[in-house]
């Protein structure tokens, strides 16, 4: 059974996810905390974070920006900001999705099934040994999700891995934002293209020597991005 670990400081919203979660098959466990949120996804193994942004102690932001350092596991933010830095922000400290509130229980649960689902198949995919892309001092190693450019490794969420892996995958292809959302987060109707830009901008800071003259993704205005070889 999958594990989620759900850090909100608000009892009567975290109980109703973790009932509507339980409800769909999952292990759910709560901190009401960020400090005790933290200690718990640092040293405990979960399938999924679901993080308050707003949190005592330590915020939302903060978790997540200490889960990425050590972990891929899919992780989705919840709050009552609806500003568009917010979300930006924790999109590019390695969120995979953010939710704001008020928000539908059971939008919650399709995000959460998408994120795991798809974890769980990249995670399993049984690829072969030393499945590699190389491409101009670019090294993605697919089998171990690693990347390293002209030799030093750069670190990536689970998200900026796939989609730097799709792009490579198909070269010379241009994809819209639509296209690419749709691919790599599994969700055509749910969810903001705008996390795609952010991404790509995210995956070009670790990559690119220049970010405003990109030698591997390339930016097709008014259609989307394409990956150069």
């Not at 924790?90 to 939710?99: K, M, R, S, V």
């Not at 995958?169 to 109707?189: A, C, G, R």
Request: charged residues 35%; hydrophobic residues 40%.
């Amino acid at each position: 059974m999958s594990k989620i670990l759900i850090v909100e400081d608000e009892e009567s919203i975290a109980e109703l996810e973790k009932d509507y979660l339980e409800l769909s098959g999952f292990e759910v466990e709560i901190e009401n905390d960020g400090h005790s949120g933290l200690k718990r996804a640092l040293e405990e193994d979960f399938d999924l974070f679901i993080l308050d942004l707003m949190l005592p102690e330590v915020d939302g932001f903060e978790i997540c920006k200490k889960i990425r350092e050590s972990k891929n596991t899919p992780i989705i933010m919840i709050s009552a900001k609806k500003d568009d830095i917010d979300k930006i922000r924790g999109l590019g400290l390695g969120a995979d999705d953010y939710i704001t509130k008020p928000f539908s229980p059971s939008e919650m649960v399709a995000r959460v099934k998408a994120h795991m689902s798809r974890y769980e198949r990249l995670i399993g995919s049984g690829m072969p040994v030393n499945d590699i892309i190389e491409i101009r001092g670019l090294k993605i190693d697919k089998t171990a999700r690693r990347v390293y450019v002209n030799g030093e490794e750069k670190n990536f969420t689970t998200k900026e891995f796939d989609l730097l892996t799709f792009l490579a995958q198909n070269p010379n292809h241009v994809y819209t934002k639509e296209e690419l959302f749709s691919k790599i987060w599994d969700m055509e109707s749910i969810g903001d293209i705008a996390t795609v830009t952010v991404h790509i901008k995210k995956i070009r800071e670790k990559i690119e020597l220049n970010t405003a003259k990109p030698q591997y993704i390339e930016t097709i205005w008014g259609v989307g991005y394409r990956f150069k070889v």
